[in-house]
């Protein structure tokens, strides 16, 4: 592949790897736009954030949290490490976070601390994969160019999330990519790889793996149409295969099967309190959907063409049905509606990357064979239009529009090293009563545990009385303090209560609950 690259194609794709990362890292090192921060009397408001190493997603701290767990215990989390003796937990991410301890450990690197530029080497692996995808298929250097540009430049907000966040959702979008690669590889070698990519999905985010088997299945079907309908036998192999996969699913996931089976159905309101629906362009731009509309038609008149990049086709059909049905039937199966809205998105980018390319090469053929003397005029006039294209899809890449889904700033400097002085003086396994947005960072940093935790990837423990303590009388906070078994008060500002005896004070306190 790279071998074949034109001098200044290596250029545009080391300029694409390093946007990549920079687009996604500056979400940390220096948003521009609105975000939330936490302060003692709430939530407010601030403009342009400086550097800011943390997770700034609530799954994010949670995949943190349970990804220190292995670290600490060597097991696989099946319980949620921030309510001490929470009991057990269906985890179906838990290869997700197995793979973040080992990256941890292997690396040395402070899971919180050193957080901040995993979500942009996630962002590098992930146009990495598409744009061997698109390549592959199109055999086309600007497809792929177009296509990554366009992926990248999809919208980011802490509900849809996206490239933004290192979740299993954005981890899965290389595995997908890779997957579809493998598949059209039609090599026994590549099959061999497609497996371990459907594998690692399982474990890791099983609505990909869900995605990926379904949308290869259609796409064989689709291949060997004329076949299947002559042979038996294809029609068995088939009906086999997928009810080999259907029972891996039922062995790995067995003693969960009512669980399993409750979490692949999704009626409107699923996600209390962040319910959206989503109009298309806001996701993917206008102009991604203009080029991908172009590609269809040049796929009408390109039989090759559509045979080459039909995956694309297929996965835009699969995941648009799901999000019409939310949108008009209020609710889904199998994918929730705002991840099938990101892979339709992601593939509509795709197509709308090889639309772009073929536009061009199109208006090209026209320039020079109807007006060759001003053919030179008119390149200018096409790679002008190209940079409007990219500069109206990135002018406002950092802004998000719905006021609920801004970034969110959990813990401060000070709370990091509040949090590892009570690990260092007080050791683990405390219980920790802190408001309900820095109550995210406490396992993560200082592996003590929580009152309860709000709406997030892991919830639990009882967030009413956390929320209660600081707004009640002394009272009233010791009965909450002495009912729930709190070992530490942690607080943004003094708490004077007898039962309290303060350990540490500065820009954040820390108290004794004692005897």
């Known amino acids: ?137 199109s055999r086309d250097f600007f497809s792929a160019f177009f296509s990554s540009l366009f992926f990248l430049g999809m919208a980011n907000n802490t509900n849809i999330m996206g490239v933004w966040f290192l979740v299993p959702l954005s981890f899965s979008f290389f595995l997908v990519f890779l997957s579809l690669l493998a598949f059209q590889k039609k090599e026994k070698s590549f099959y061999l790889l497609l497996g371990l990519f459907f594998l690692t999905s399982l474990f890791t985010y099983p609505f990909a793996a869900i995605l990926s088997f379904i949308t290869i299945t259609t796409l064989f079907i689709v291949e060997n149409r004329e076949k299947l309908l002559k042979s038996y036998k294809q029609v068995s192999y088939i009906a086999v295969m997928g009810a080999v996969g259907l029972a891996i699913a039922l062995i790995l996931f067995r003693g969960n099967i009512s669980s399993l089976l409750h979490s692949l159905y999704f009626p409107y309101g699923w996600v209390t309190g962040f319910e959206h629906l989503y109009p298309l362009t806001s996701i993917t731009g206008i102009l991604p959907l203009i080029f991908s509309a172009a590609a269809i038609l040049f796929m009408l008149a390109v039989k090759k063409l559509f045979e080459n990049t039909k995956a694309f086709i297929v996965l835009a059909f699969l995941t648009g049905i799901l999000v019409l049905s939310y949108t008009y039937l209020n609710f889904t199966i199998i994918i929730p509606y705002q991840r099938a809205l990101i892979y339709l998105a992601i593939s509509l980018a795709a197509l709308g990357g090889i639309g772009l390319s073929y536009t061009i090469t199109s208006l090209s053929h026209l320039v020079k064979k109807h007006f060759s003397s001003a053919q030179y005029f008119l390149q200018i006039i096409i790679i002008t239009g190209i940079i409007l294209t990219f500069f109206f899809s990135y002018n406002d890449y950092y802004e998000v529009e719905d006021e609920r889904f801004k970034p969110l700033i959990f813990i401060s400097e000070a709370d990091y090293e509040a949090l590892t002085w009570l690990e260092e003086r007080h050791g683990t396994g405390n ?43 002394c009272a009233t906070k010791e009965e909450i303090a002495r009912s729930r078994e709190i070992d530490f008060a942690y607080s943004h500002f003094p708490l004077d209560c007898e039962f309290l005896q303060e350990t540490r004070a500065g820009e954040t306190y820390i108290y004794l609950v004692v005897s």
């Open 1 to 137: 592949m790279w071998s074949g690259f034109k001098s200044y194609e290596k250029y545009l794709f080391f300029l694409l790897i390093i946007s990549a990362f920079l687009l996604v890292a500056f979400v940390h090192i220096s948003y521009p736009e609105e975000f939330y921060y936490a302060v003692p009397e709430g939530i407010r408001v601030g403009s342009g954030m400086d550097f800011y190493p943390y997770p700034l997603h609530g799954d994010e701290w949670n995949h943190v949290a349970q990804a220190v767990y292995v670290m600490e215990t060597g097991i696989f989390p099946s319980t949620n490490p921030y309510i001490k003796d929470y009991g057990s937990k269906v985890n179906l991410q838990s290869g997700f976070h197995f793979f973040l301890a080992q990256f941890f450990t292997l690396t040395g690197l402070d899971p919180v601390r050193h957080f901040w530029f995993l979500p942009a080497l996630l962002a590098v692996i992930s146009v990495l994969s598409l744009f061997a995808l698109v390549l592959y298929l």
């Open 431 to 473: 219980v920790v009563l802190a408001n309900e947005i820095t109550s995210f960072g406490v396992y993560p940093v200082s592996k003590n545990h929580v009152v309860g935790m709000p709406l997030s990837n892991l919830e639990g423990g009882d967030i009413n009385a956390a929320r209660e303590f600081f707004r009640a009388d």
